[in-house]
């Protein structure tokens, strides 16, 4: 089984910075795409931000600019630098990953717990 552990969320102030972690462990034998969503409150959990295997990267357009995944296929880590945040960035945070196990034929997706990120004065 696979199992994605988050850090790095928090409250940070409009204008702040923070630099989300995941880490996938398990019996992996490759992590293809790597992805990063969010789910403010009342609202859709949306695609924030997503690498491929070989370092590809595609944005939300509300978070060009500012946000910048990538990964650390040695360490199987995806990280996301959130910079200049605004409020309407406030969301919990999910990290999301397509793994081929040993255990398993082919690849599925798997999901972190969340973080929660508040951007407030």
């Known amino acids: 089984q696979v199992q994605l552990v988050e850090s790095g969320g928090g409250l940070v102030q409009p204008g702040g910075s923070l630099r989300l972690s995941c880490a996938a462990s398990g019996s992996i034998v490759r992590i293809n795409a790597m992805r990063w969503y969010r789910q403010a409150p009342g609202k859709e959990r949306d695609l924030v931000a997503r690498?491929?295997?070989?370092?590809?990267?595609n944005y939300a357009d509300s978070v060009k600019g500012r946000f910048t995944i990538s990964r650390d296929n040695a360490k199987n880590t995806v990280s996301l630098q959130m910079n200049s945040l605004k409020p309407e960035d406030t969301a919990v945070y999910y990290c999301?990953?397509?793994?081929?196990?040993?255990?398993?034929?082919?690849?599925?997706?798997?999901w972190g717990q969340g973080t929660q990120v508040t951007v407030s004065s």
């Open positions: 690498i491929s295997s070989v370092g590809s990267t």
């Open positions: 999301n990953a397509d793994i081929i196990l040993w255990s398993s034929r082919g690849p599925a997706s798997y």
